[in-house]
């Protein structure tokens, strides 16, 4: 049995994951680039996370290391402050 369904990953752009994924074979080294090759990430921000995972993996498929604290810094989730903006 084939498996059609395109898991979507961005739902406010509608952006599945394979077209995110494809960014990121592109050059897309962050999730605000990954938002400027597809849009993905760039409506409520809800799916950043996602996309975070996805250039995580391609980082560490490509041997280049990675660094999870620098992508999950672009998620804006542990700002300084009352959590506002
Ligand atoms: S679900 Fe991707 S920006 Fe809202």
Do not use: N, P, Y
Request: include cysteine; glycine fraction near 16%; aromatic fraction near 2%.
């Amino acid at each position: 049995m084939i498996s059609a369904v395109a898991r979507l990953l961005c739902h406010c752009l509608v952006v599945d994951e394979a077209e995110v994924r494809k960014a990121i074979r592109a050059g897309a080294r962050t999730v605000d680039e990954v938002g400027e090759r597809c849009e993905a990430g760039t409506g409520c921000g809800s799916c950043r996370a996602g996309i975070a995972i996805l250039l995580e993996q391609h980082r560490r498929r490509a041997g280049s290391g990675g660094d999870a604290a620098s992508l999950l810094s672009q998620l804006g989730l542990f700002r300084d402050g009352d959590g506002e903006g």
